[in-house]
């Protein structure tokens, strides 16, 4: 294939905030986890698939439950979807470990319990 560019798997994306190593990025519809630090308008790696613990709100989380990003914490409910929770979080926990979607899934499909 000669129009192949690369796996996706790590986009340089350039941040509109700053960002510490291992935050999430969101640039328009793509999410993703920064490599490094970046201050705002600056280029970062950002890892747009695989697994991460991340940060979680007080709400217990169940493995297979959409993880949303709200106010620099995961929860079960938001605005921007980022993945899927892989593993049980209970309440009070403060991280949780989400696989991250690198597809970008439509709102309304967003907003659909998983089945």
Do not use: H
Request: charged share 15%.
């Amino acid at each position: 294939m000669r129009n192949f560019i690369q796996p996706g798997d790590v986009l340089t994306l350039v941040t509109p905030a700053d960002v510490k190593g291992g935050a999430i990025v969101n640039v328009g519809a793509i999410v993703g986890v920064a490599a490094a630090d970046a201050k705002a308008g600056m280029e970062v790696e950002t890892a747009t698939s695989g697994v991460f613990e991340l940060p979680k709100g007080a709400a217990a989380l169940a493995p297979g439950q959409f993880a949303y990003w709200s106010n620099n914490l995961v929860g079960g409910s938001g605005d921007l979807l980022i993945g899927v929770v892989i593993a049980a979080a209970e309440a009070g926990s403060t991280t949780c470990r989400v696989r991250l979607n690198p597809a970008f899934v439509p709102e309304a499909e967003a907003r659909r319990s998983p089945a």
